[in-house]
């Protein structure tokens, strides 16, 4: 099992803190987000020798993919993180200091994931100057846009770029991720007639409507939906968590839209689950009911065979480690659902606590940052010249 001495984990410490310096957050308003954290990558894997490849996905919103030119295996790798964060609005600690305490260290991005950037490329160099590497051909791969469902990801599988398999960077507490549930969110309006109030029965009052639809959603669906369940992440959940309805206080509203949080266990499509909602829906809204669904946006849960390669040989250095190494399911869902859309076999590991991800005062305990490190190297050199993703 390799362990970092004191000048190695200075040096993740000190890349981390730089990464946290830079402000990649998803402010409103802001645009070019992930322009200087690109930059900053770029300049990094440059300096390993790895060619650096770029998708301009929107003005300063790239997709990085870097590898080493003289890498050709056979099979392809991608250790995967993101590059922007959650707003800094509200939050109880410079969200850019990157300040030590108690064995902790402060900032927007420390958990997610900038933590999990910064052991991923220190266990790249590392390995690299070693040249301590598996046959694989290894990708660091850094995407724009993960905190609005995983947009860079998206628009990255719309491109030719394939590996065989991603270990995609978010928190788990050095414990190995291999299933989540997947997001599909629904935008849905019911419609009405618009009349004075003081004459109700003149309209319809889409709200009306409406009001019988989350009455679905948070009765008779989700009970539908709840009647299977998964052993690693249970049961399927749907929420409304936004509406929209009515323009003056003295007009009965014709028009109501809300908005259905809905997290999927595997075992449907989305267009088997979207089906299946409008379906039911209508059933419950009855003929006379005008409801439409205005737009859908999601991607497929994750659940990756644990009997792989990469998933034994990750369960073993994570054991090594001190971990459990047992496949473990969370209820986040990650860059992981795009990937296996696009065919790449994933998993997620990383460094820190879900909890930890997005508060106002965000930290990564330091031991995490430097066990993610190590199982990261320790999975590159236990493979030298071998294939990780080979028997």
């Not at 020798?49 to 050709?72: F, I, S, Y």
Request: charged letters at 25%; proline letters at 5%; aromatic letters at 6%.
């Amino acid at each position: 099992m390799e362990t970092l001495n004191k000048a190695q984990k200075g040096e993740v410490v000190q890349l981390l803190k730089e990464l946290v310096a830079i402000d990649s957050s998803q402010m409103p308003g802001k645009e070019r987000v992930e322009e200087e954290m690109a930059s900053y990558v770029t300049h990094y894997c440059k300096a390993m020798g790895m060619t650096v490849d770029k998708q301009e996905v929107a003005p300063g919103r790239p997709n990085l993919m870097a590898h080493w030119p003289e890498q050709t295996g056979s099979k392809s790798l991608m250790l995967e993180a993101h590059m922007d964060t959650v707003t800094v609005e509200g939050m109880t600690v410079d969200p850019f200091a990157g300040k030590i305490r108690d064995g902790k260290i402060l900032g927007r991005g420390t958990c997610d994931t900038k933590g999990t950037m910064a052991a991923f490329l220190t266990a790249l160099r590392i390995a690299g100057e070693r040249g301590q590497l598996p046959a694989d051909k290894l990708y660091f791969v850094a995407v724009m846009d993960e905190e609005t469902c995983c947009e860079g990801a998206k628009e990255l599988m719309k491109t030719d770029f394939r590996t065989d398999a991603a270990i995609v960077g978010e928190p788990t507490r050095c414990e190995l991720v291999t299933c989540h549930k997947g997001p599909l969110w629904f935008e849905v309006e019911t419609r009405g007639r618009a009349c004075h109030p003081s004459l109700p029965e003149k309209g319809r009052n889409a709200i009306d409507e409406m009001a019988r639809l989350v009455s679905f959603v948070h009765g008779a669906y989700t009970e539908h939906i709840q009647h299977k369940s998964h052993p690693l992440l249970g049961r399927s959940t749907a929420q409304v968590t936004v509406i929209e309805g009515g323009t003056r206080i003295n007009i009965i509203p014709e028009r109501c839209r809300a908005k259905i949080d809905g997290r999927y266990i595997p075992g449907q499509s989305l267009d088997e689950i979207k089906t299946e909602f409008e379906r039911m829906a209508r059933q419950q809204l009855g003929p006379e009911a005008s409801f439409h669904i205005v737009s859908t946006k999601g991607f497929l849960p994750l659940d990756s065979p644990v009997e792989s390669p990469l998933v034994r040989k990750l369960q073993k250095v994570i054991r090594q480690a001190g971990g459990s190494g047992k496949p473990q399911g969370v209820n986040y869902f990650a860059d992981t659902g795009p990937f296996t859309a696009g065919g790449i076999a994933s998993v997620i590991f990383g460094s820190g606590d879900i909890a930890q991800a997005h508060t106002a005062d965000e930290y990564l305990e330091l031991d995490q940052l430097y066990r993610a490190t190590e199982v990261i190297l320790t999975l590159l050199t236990q493979n030298v010249g071998r294939s990780i993703l080979g028997e």
